[in-house]
């Protein structure tokens, strides 16, 4: 047996005898097919790509930790990452564009996804959130509809604003979103320059049972910043992993990127009175009413070893929620509670969890079984269902979630609010004169090319609607008027 350590073995770790040169029938004949190195090379070449998410297919990641900085939120959740001041736990971030393929450019307009899992003691916790505190839909059902809009058109397979712009002019509650996205957070700087938002309204338990409404806020450290739109343009053509790179690099560098975790606390009873529907994630909670509080600090300072191992396997849901923080009635929520687990599912089989970036730290004992990709021995000998008389894993009645009363008919009942204006038009009043310069032209410039007036009119009106001057602006830029019906 030869000693050599560093030598070249088959995925069944038989030694390699040559690598350059397959097996043939003579120097010059057919090659053999028992050349069982070549066969299984080529193979497992060819099955290297699993499917790219749908949405969210091209992301950078990193490991970091995070620490509790506020004693005080122990009031709020039970949860026991969460228990005291100094507590730190092992995290993983996803950032993401929503609507590119997975080699698509970084410096687009786009959503960032901004997919946090903390490795906590009681199972992993992720928080996948994005880098807008809203979204452009607020009801699952809309979802599919609304990214085939983002994504190419059947026939030409090009980006298609015709379908865009027709979506969300006949999607009014967008208009916040595409307002958040058309401005200078629409397109940050780098991943470090930009916050993350939980976006949905989540519930939070403390010890007494007693529960909260919160949002999430992580504010970054090293500023909000946004990225000119020319240079974007440029960069897209030269280096279009250039998000991708600076966040690789800054780590590598040791200028580890941080953010303050804060989140804005809302009493229980407030969802039945506030001005806003708590749980249509097309609206943000006013910080007047209900500051942000500090929780901790995220700080990312490890890059991945391997990009595939790590970053594409790395998968999040709503779903995973550790005692103390539960889910809202958030609709959009509910759906992400399904979709993305059962993406995952898909993409990385029914075992994904027990791929190293996705396994908790805690163990896992129940009674799932079998399954491809089974590879953490499957429960060994231990019981396989429950109840049983064998000791088995039993359910833990402190974890049961917090109550919530329902009342109502089962039906498909639209949100209440019908006002998708008041808060675009205070975001749109709210950005600086030269910020709202920016935000007319980007919308100008993306609506131009729309072919049809009416869909351009249908969405001057929702502009018009949120402030008279955005949409009278809007409409100069197009060449249009604001309709008389409007006004
Ligand atoms: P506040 O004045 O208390 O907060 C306004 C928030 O707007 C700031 O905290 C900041 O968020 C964010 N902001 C500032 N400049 C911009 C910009 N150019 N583009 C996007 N966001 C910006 O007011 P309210 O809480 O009452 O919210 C008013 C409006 O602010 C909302 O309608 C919403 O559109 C927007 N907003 C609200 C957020 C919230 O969760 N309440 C979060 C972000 C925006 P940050 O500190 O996170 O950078």
């Known amino acids: 047996m030869s000693n050599n350590k560093n030598r070249l073995t088959t995925a069944s770790g038989i030694p390699v005898g040559d690598n350059q040169n397959s097996v043939t029938a003579g120097s010059n004949g057919p090659v053999l097919i028992q050349d069982f190195h070549l066969l299984e090379k080529l193979a497992h070449f060819n099955r290297e790509r699993i499917p790219e998410r749908v949405v969210h297919a091209k992301g950078a990641g990193a490991h970091g930790y995070f620490e509790v900085t506020n004693d005080e939120i122990s009031k709020y959740t039970k949860a026991d990452f969460l228990s005291e001041a100094g507590k730190r736990t092992d995290m993983f971030i996803r950032f993401s564009t929503v609507a ?112 909260f409404w919160v949002k999430y806020h992580f504010i970054s450290e090293q500023g909000v910043k946004g990225l000119d739109v020319d240079l974007a343009d440029k960069l897209a053509g030269e280096n279009p992993d250039y998000h991708t790179e600076d966040l690789y690099n800054a780590i590598d560098q040791g200028d580890f990127p941080a953010w303050k975790l804060y989140v804005q606390i809302i ?124 000791n088995g894993p039993a359910e833990d009645i402190t974890s049961k979630g917090n109550p919530f009363e329902v009342h109502g008919v089962a039906d498909s009942v639209a949100y209440d609010s019908e006002d998708h204006y008041t808060q675009p038009g205070d975001l749109y009043r709210l950005m600086s004169v030269d910020e709202r310069d920016r935000l007319i032209e980007n919308f100008v410039n993306h609506m131009k090319p729309v072919e049809s007036d009416e869909i351009k009119l249908r969405q001057i009106e929702h502009f018009y609607k949120a402030d008279p001057e955005w949409g009278e602006r809007i409409a100069q830029g197009l060449g249009l008027a604001v309709p008389e019906s409007v006004k």
């Open 267 to 390: 009493p229980y009873e407030d969802y039945k009175t506030y001005k806003w529907d708590l749980f249509d994630v097309t609206k943000t909670v006013s910080q007047k009413d209900y500051p942000r509080i500090e929780v901790g600090r995220m700080v990312l300072n490890r890059n991945p070893e391997n990009y595939f191992a790590e970053v594409e396997q790395s998968a999040f849901t709503p779903g995973n929620l550790v005692p103390g923080i539960e889910a809202s009635p958030d609709k959009m929520l509910q759906g992400r509670i399904f979709s993305y687990g059962d993406a995952h599912r898909y993409r990385l089989g029914a075992n994904n969890q027990q791929i190293p970036i996705n396994r908790p730290v805690n163990e896992v004992k129940n009674y799932q079984r079998d399954g491809a990709m089974r590879v953490d021995g499957n429960g060994g000998n231990t019981p396989v269902y429950e109840p049983n008389s064998l």
């Open 100 to 211: 590119g393929e997975l080699g698509s450019a970084d410096t687009v307009r786009d959503p960032r996804g901004f997919a946090v899992k903390f490795y906590t003691e009681e199972g992993n916790y992720d928080l996948v959130g994005n880098n807008t505190p809203i979204f452009f839909i607020r009801d699952a059902i809309k979802f599919p509809d609304f990214i085939h809009t983002q994504k190419r058109h059947p026939q030409t397979h090009l980006k298609d604003v015709n379908m865009v712009w027709d979506f969300w002019s006949l999607s009014p509650e967008s208009l916040h979103q595409i307002t958040y996205l058309h401005g200078d957070r629409g397109l940050p700087a780098t991943l470090r320059h930009m916050n993350g938002y939980g976006s949905h309204t989540y519930k939070w338990v403390n010890d007494q049972g007693e529960a």
